[in-house]
């Protein structure tokens, strides 16, 4: 199983981004995709989280600027970034959970004016 992240980059503080993950192999039923980050000095942190069946889940400090969606039949899993804060500078990456988890490779999101 590959995850291949893509979409971050380089927004002032406000802007938005909008990051996706596509999921490949043999990768059977996924039971939830979600997003993660680290800041440098800092741990991995969830960022937000969504089911099989839609159920999402988000850290305090993205809720309401942050949303996650799914494409079951491509096995993929987007979040879209708005209001965009300097404090959300990290490399962010997608996982997925199916008999266990698997993590891609991360994309870098840098807010800066």
């Known amino acids: 199983v590959q995850l291949q992240a893509f979409g971050g980059g380089l927004v002032q503080p406000g802007g938005y981004l909008r990051l996706s993950c596509a999921a490949s192999?043999?990768?059977?039923?996924?039971?939830?995709m979600g997003w993660y980050r680290q800041a440098p000095g800092k741990e991995r942190d969830l960022v937000s989280m969504?089911?099989?069946?839609?159920?999402?889940h988000y850290a305090d400090s993205v809720k309401g600027r942050f949303t996650i969606s799914r494409d079951n039949a491509k096995n993929m899993v987007y979040l879209q970034m708005n209001s965009l804060k300097s404090e959300d500078t990290a490399v962010y990456y997608c996982?997925?959970?199916?008999?266990?988890?698997?993590w891609g490779q991360g994309t870098q999101v840098t807010v800066s004016s």
């Open positions: 192999g043999n990768v059977g039923r996924i039971n939830a």
């Open positions: 969504i089911t099989v069946s839609g159920t999402t």
């Open positions: 996982n997925i959970i199916t008999t266990r988890g698997y």
